[in-house]
Nanobody, 124 residues
Framework: VQLQASGGGLVQAGGSLRLSCAASGRTFRRYVMGWFRQAPGKEREFVAT????????YYAESVKGRFTISRDNAKNTVYLQTNSLKPEDTAVYYCAADSMDSWPRYRVYEYAYWGQGTLVTVSS
């Protein structure tokens, strides 16, 4: 599966952005989807993940209550709604996919497929 992330940009603290990740192919519903982020000089970290059906979600503590992951299997797209953004949310955001069953999947090595990333910059 090929992934294309979009929706990043520059936003003031307290603002919102909706990130999208479009997947190629007809098997999108077979993949667990995740969002990760990487700030300059830091390791890539988990943000959120969603099950194949969209019925289950799991979040990093740092974004719980502010970010929402969702998916539209008919459109082969996963979303990340980011609200109440903080300067520390500044990072390149990556979407990822994996076809294995275990849940939740929140480690970088648990995902086989990655998009190219979209930059989110939050100004104070």
């Amino acid at each position: 599966v090929q992934l294309q992330a979009s929706g990043g940009g520059l936003v003031q603290a307290g603002g919102s952005l909706r990130l999208s990740c479009a997947a190629s192919g007809r098997t999108f519903r077979r993949y667990v989807m995740g969002w990760f982020r990487q700030a300059p000089g830091k390791e890539r970290e988990f943000v959120a993940t969603i099950s194949r059906s969209g019925g289950s979600t799991y979040y990093a503590e740092s974004v719980k209550g502010r970010f929402t992951i969702s998916r539209d299997n008919a459109k082969n797209t996963v979303y990340l709604q980011t609200n109440s953004l903080k300067p520390e949310d500044t990072a390149v955001y990556y979407c990822a996919a994996d076809s294995m069953d275990s849940w939740p999947r929140y480690r970088v090595y648990e995902y086989a497929y990655w998009g190219q990333g979209t930059l989110v910059t939050v100004s104070s």
